[in-house]
């Protein structure tokens, strides 16, 4: 009876031991992973943002993010238009690496959007979504895709994507009120925009599915790539009260107020972290696909302090804002001055996500700069697009520009000159030749992109200073 009695307290004590260590064992081996959102705007300027400078464009809860956590001032787009900035994104190639180097391509026709062939990302192609679900995230896509068609290799399901709600073609995201999203494979009918009615505005739609996701997996680590269609044209908005009074023409008033609009998500994305207990073990990104629109210039200073647009490897074209925020683990306040770039991300959330196989990316992991550790800078940055042929090098504080394989070098020293007015190529012959094999190395020759060797003269005048 007594050995009985000590025995099955000793049994219990055995469980309860074993049941604890398996409990702090869980624990200290299988921390959960933080969850990553990458937020990206579309066409919206370096400048546009109050933490990046604007007195125009009001941004509230993006500039709490900024002092929250850390802006970067020298990041770097992956090109300046939609589709192969995004192709940088998800591939973490630069763009004389990647499938698609311009919003064109040489299949452009007239064809309904189901039927357009644009160049769609390979199947070989190893996508971000891929590498963060073999990492063991769930992983959701909401807003502009732009890398493949329904029936291609580059839709967002055969990609890497669990979850994809938004446009898949990149044209169709220029109608705000279009009776019709995809999600995955499927066509959702917007019944309330049938027959040219406008009583739903898509960002909203695309804003509710992406809280949504975050909800259904608050319990998993999630990645969502939240690429948001504004404030990009066609530029319509529900509403452009807050800048009713403004002396602007009613498109800049409508630009302004999709930023807003964006901004007004965001700040209740925050409040669904914090009201989900998640806040803490989430890293949150915001940045923009890449330059402005030349109207929005002179009103807003959307490019300052940099010269150059959207379609333009000048700064104002491939200069992007770039917010990071993880409480706890990035130091709130922080204004960085590390110089990276889009094709950065996928070895950064590599590193973040415990994916272990080696990578086969042009980028650099971030995440010790994150962290406020000092880091090995870039040795160039890289880019190169085909409307017109541009390419552009950034060595250390040298901007080398060149419109054509047999064009000269420009080159800028963004140190004293950031919006590269004066060419000093002649009193730095050095740098034009280290500028000139970086150039050469890096464009990796495509039957479907020709680069020109030539510039025409209506390409050259974007070199011209101002
Ligand atoms: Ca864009």
Same mark, same amino acid.
């Given at each position: 009876m007594y050995s009985n009695l000590a025995g099955s307290i000793l049994l219990s004590i055995f469980i309860? +031991? +074993?049941f604890c260590t398996q409990c702090s064992m869980k624990n200290i081996e299988t921390p959960q992973k933080p969850n990553i959102i990458f937020i990206m705007s579309d066409d919206q300027g370096y400048a546009d943002l109050?933490?990046?400078?604007?007195?125009?464009?009001?941004?509230p809860h993006l500039d709490k993010m900024a002092r929250e956590g850390m802006r970067f001032t020298q990041v770097y787009a992956g090109s300046p238009v939609c589709a192969p900035t995004r192709c940088v994104l998800m591939t973490g190639l630069h763009?004389?690496? /990647? &499938?698609?180097?311009?919003?064109? &391509?040489?299949? #452009?026709?007239?064809k309904p959007f189901m039927k357009r062939q644009l160049i769609p990302l390979k199947k070989e192609d190893f996508t971000i979504g891929e590498m963060m679900k073999q990492a063991g995230y769930v992983t959701g896509a909401f807003g502009k895709w732009g890398l493949g068609n329904p029936g291609t290799s580059g839709t967002p399901y055969l990609q890497g994507f669990d979850q994809f709600y938004g446009y898949i073609d990149q044209v169709h995201a220029h109608n705000y009120y279009t009776d019709f999203l995809m999600?995955?494979?499927? &066509? /959702?009918? /917007?019944?309330?925009?049938? #027959?040219?009615?406008?009583? +739903?505005?898509?960002? #909203?739609? /695309?804003?509710?599915?992406?809280?949504?996701?975050i909800k259904e997996n608050q319990d998993n680590p999630f990645f969502l790539y939240l690429p948001y269609t504004l404030p990009h044209g066609k530029y319509e908005v529900p509403?452009?009260?807050l800048y009713a009074d403004k002396p602007w023409k009613e498109q800049v008033k409508n630009y302004a107020a999709m930023i807003s609009r964006m901004d007004r998500d965001i700040g209740q994305l925050f409040t669904l972290l914090k009201e989900l207990d998640i806040d803490e073990n989430t890293l949150v990104f915001f940045t923009s696909d890449h330059g402005p629109?030349?109207?929005?210039?002179?009103p807003l200073g959307s490019n300052k302090p940099f010269r150059g647009v959207k379609r333009q490897v000048l700064e104002g074209g491939l200069r992007v804002p770039m917010i990071a925020r993880w409480p706890g683990k990035i130091q709130a306040g922080i204004t960085s001055d590390f110089v990276w770039a889009f094709w950065d991300v996928f070895p950064t959330l590599a590193e973040i996500g415990g994916f272990e196989k080696s990578l086969p990316s042009d980028g650099i992991s971030i995440l010790p700069t994150l962290l406020g550790k000092s880091q090995q800078p870039h040795a160039f940055l890289y880019w190169e697009?085909?409307?017109?042929?541009?390419?552009? +090098?950034?060595?250390?504080?040298w901007k080398g520009i060149r419109l054509g394989l047999q064009e000269p070098i420009h080159l800028f020293d963004l140190s004293n000159d950031p919006g590269e007015q004066s060419n000093v190529a002649d009193k730095h012959p050095e740098i034009v030749e280290q500028i000139s094999v970086i150039m050469h190395n890096e464009h990796d020759p495509d039957p479907n992109w020709p680069a020109v060797k030539v510039a025409s003269e209506q390409a050259k005048n974007m070199l011209n200073p101002n």
């Open positions: 309860l +031991v +074993v109050g933490c990046y400078g604007s007195q125009y464009v009001q941004t763009s004389g690496h /990647i &499938t698609r180097r311009d919003n064109r &391509t040489t299949f #452009d026709t007239d999600r995955n494979a499927d &066509t /959702i009918s /917007i019944p309330e925009n049938k #027959d040219g009615q406008r009583q +739903v505005y898509s960002h #909203d739609l /695309i804003a509710a599915e992406a809280h949504q996701f509403d452009n009260s629109n030349p109207p929005f210039i002179d697009f085909y409307s017109p042929f541009q390419q552009a +090098v950034r060595l250390d504080n």
